[in-house]
């Protein structure tokens, strides 16, 4: 009832089919919020705009690349749903079809800033591109890099008051 007077700060990664993309942001996030102790100041999950692996792990590669960095990742796909936009504050898209679907998708009335998390890296690499389709894991060794300096500089931002 009392939501909005609370401090936690929601933060929610949506891709395509919440399997390759948003769960390495997702993961990434997390650790950094633990690594800076501010983990009691988050609500932190992600989707996807598709439900086809729901109840699914991350790829097979998703996960080799987040272990390889020793980041820990347990959650299992899901959908966005119409809640969604009313219970995160930031709503991360990870290219131009994502976020376009989240701004068709969400109710007239959500607060939730829709924002591309590829805008936040200092590299200015903004595009998180879909590594589904690829035959190795070049692709998500890239976007686990991008997703790692992205999440780092929203949360610099965050921690300087500049969001
Ligand atoms: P993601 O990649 O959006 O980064 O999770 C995809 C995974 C699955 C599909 C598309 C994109 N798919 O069509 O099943």
Same mark, same amino acid.
Request: proline share 4%; aromatic share 12%.
């Given at each position: 009832?009392? +939501? *909005?007077?609370?401090? *936690?700060?929601?933060?929610?990664? &949506? /891709?395509?089919?919440?399997? /390759?993309?948003?769960? #390495?942001? +997702?993961? &990434?996030?997390?650790?950094?919020?633990?690594?800076?102790?501010?983990?009691?100041?988050?609500?932190?999950?992600?989707?996807?705009?598709?439900?086809?692996?729901?109840?699914?792990?991350?790829?097979?590669?998703?996960?080799?690349?987040?272990? !390889?960095?020793?980041?820990?990742?347990?959650? *299992?796909? =899901?959908? @966005? *749903?119409?809640?969604?936009?009313?219970?995160?504050?930031?709503?991360?898209?990870?290219?131009?079809?994502?976020?376009?679907?989240?701004?068709?998708?969400?109710?007239?009335?959500?607060?939730?800033? #829709?924002?591309?998390?590829?805008?936040?890296?200092?590299?200015?690499?903004?595009? @998180?591109?879909?590594?589904?389709?690829?035959?190795?894991?070049?692709?998500? +060794?890239? /976007?686990?890099?991008? %997703?790692? =300096?992205? %999440?780092?500089?929203?949360?610099? !931002? &965050?921690?300087?008051? +500049? #969001?």
């Amino acid at each position: 009832m009392f +939501e *909005t007077m609370s401090s *936690t700060k929601g933060a929610l990664f &949506v /891709c395509l089919g919440n399997i /390759c993309r948003s769960p #390495i942001a +997702e993961a &990434v996030f997390l650790h950094l919020i633990k690594e800076r102790g501010t983990s009691d100041q988050w609500k932190v999950d992600s989707a996807g705009l598709g439900g086809w692996h729901s109840g699914n792990l991350p790829d097979s590669r998703a996960r080799a690349t987040l272990k !390889k960095h020793q980041i820990e990742y347990n959650n *299992t796909a =899901r959908q @966005i *749903t119409p809640e969604d936009y009313y219970e995160y504050d930031y709503i991360f898209g990870m290219d131009k079809n994502n976020i376009s679907g989240l701004k068709r998708d969400a109710p007239s009335d959500s607060k939730a800033k #829709i924002l591309l998390l590829g805008d936040f890296d200092p590299e200015g690499d903004n595009i @998180i591109r879909d590594p589904y389709y690829d035959s190795g894991s070049e692709g998500f +060794e890239k /976007c686990y890099q991008q %997703c790692w =300096r992205s %999440c780092k500089a929203f949360l610099d !931002k &965050v921690q300087n008051g +500049e #969001i």
